[in-house]
């Protein structure tokens, strides 16, 4: 089997979607490959050819994310798929590492993905970075402790509108979430499209939330069948409006049912309630994020307290990461180099990405048998430095 693996073209786009659509078991119409093409970066796609057929395919996307002290430039990793009739064959291993190689020649010191089966990705050097909850609450259980007295008032506006106010909200509501992707005019614009996706309604209300004529936060849902209410996106800039757009949906006339997905691990919600546990919630990993140069990915954040450490990185898939290197941390700036010290401690690529965001202690790993504590005391040390004081957390999926 001869294997070609070369980037995509504009005129292939449609095909490319469909045999990833295909692949996940899915299928994708005209409409939805148009509203997928707003974000189609045809330099940062790849697909695998065999005898001129596309039998394979992933792309990544050029995004910003927050990280703890900033921004990062990222390769936002999707459509990660290979056809049932050429699978087992080493394909996929392929894409990663040319997609890999690629992300790193542009200078993007860091990969991110949302992974449809999780055993997949940890070969890669791909860390469970941050965690997610569902919500299901039937609504006649929806009171709060004690009923909240908003400061402001809620509107319902057209979608014109919301796009508009909507991303100064969202910029506001996110400078400090670590995880977060910044949203240009295209992404916006893809946002707005995603609810249509898959034959989806894309019909949806908009409310925001408005003290003296500033909107600190909105809500976007839809309701099916005139009783099952959707939260797509609730973003606030204040507790208020957190609390005054939360008690709006559980108080919404003839809705049985209000769900929302992708929320926050340290999602507050619960400790409203004056009954949390009717409040249904189911947990899983979201951001998979993979360190495609440590140095540089150390050196752009920030850490909690100032100290250093030695840390020997395995990382058999990238070889430039195969190292062992020192972080250096001042109260305003970290340097990370390649030493011949002996480490403080010894873990993986993945492993290390796993806790670059805060969503996990190394200490949690050490017990998993994850990393190895070579020097007493690293790890206590290490996790005062990596600690943040919110969860990760991204509401983006791509």
């Known amino acids: 089997m001869n294997i070609e693996i070369r980037p995509n073209t504009w005129e292939e786009f449609p095909t490319l979607k469909r045999v990833n659509a295909r692949a996940q078991n899915n299928f994708y119409d ?6 997928f093409a707003v974000i189609f970066e045809p330099e940062r796609s790849l697909c695998a050819l065999d005898e001129g057929q596309i039998v394979g395919c992933t792309t990544s996307y050029s995004l910003e994310m927050m990280v703890p002290g900033g921004v990062v430039p990222i390769g936002a990793v999707a459509q990660v798929s290979v056809q049932a009739t050429h699978r087992r064959r080493g394909i996929n291993t392929m894409l990663m590492k040319r997609q890999l190689t690629d992300i790193y020649e542009r200078g993007d010191p860091i990969a991110v ?71 240009d005019d295209k992404w916006w614009k893809f946002r707005f499209a995603q609810t249509g996706l898959r034959g989806g309604d894309p019909r949806a209300w908009f409310v925001k939330y408005q003290v003296d004529g500033r909107v600190d936060g909105y809500v976007w849902f839809t309701i099916r069948d005139a009783h099952l209410m959707t939260v797509i996106e609730l973003m606030s800039a204040t507790d208020d409006a957190y609390a005054a757009l939360w008690q709006f949906c559980f108080d919404m006339d003839l809705v049985t049912t209000v769900t929302a997905s992708r929320r926050a ?11 949390p546990r009717r409040l249904t919630q189911s947990f899983q990993d979201a951001s998979w994020l993979r360190l495609v140069d440590v140095l540089a990915a150390l050196s752009a954040r920030r850490y909690s307290t100032t100290d250093s450490l ?13 190292c062992t290197v020192r972080l250096d941390v001042a109260p305003d700036e970290s340097y990370c180099r390649t030493t011949d010290a002996e480490p403080d401690l010894t873990l993986s690529a993945a492993d290390l990405g ?20 070579n020097t007493p005391g690293a790890l206590a040390r290490a996790d005062a430095m990596f600690a943040t004081d919110l969860k990760p957390w991204c509401i983006d999926s791509w």
């Open 354 to 373: 796993a806790v670059y965001l805060g969503g996990v202690k190394l200490r949690t790993l050490h017990h998993a048998g994850r990393v190895e504590e």
């Open 30 to 35: 005209d409409s939805d490959i148009e509203r």
């Open 310 to 322: 030695t840390l020997g990185v395995s990382d058999p898939f990238l070889e430039w990461n195969d």
């Open 265 to 275: 691990a340290d999602e507050p919600l619960p400790w409203l309630m004056a009954d």
């Open 113 to 183: 993905l949302q992974a449809s089966e999780s055993i997949i990705y940890g070969r890669y050097g791909y860390g469970m970075a941050s965690f997610e909850y569902s919500f299901e609450l039937e609504r006649p259980h929806g009171a709060f402790s004690r009923r909240y007295e908003p400061e402001g008032r809620l509107l319902f506006i057209e979608e014109d509108e919301a796009r508009k106010v909507f991303p100064q909200v969202f910029e506001r509501a996110t400078l400090l979430r670590n995880g977060m992707v910044k949203r």
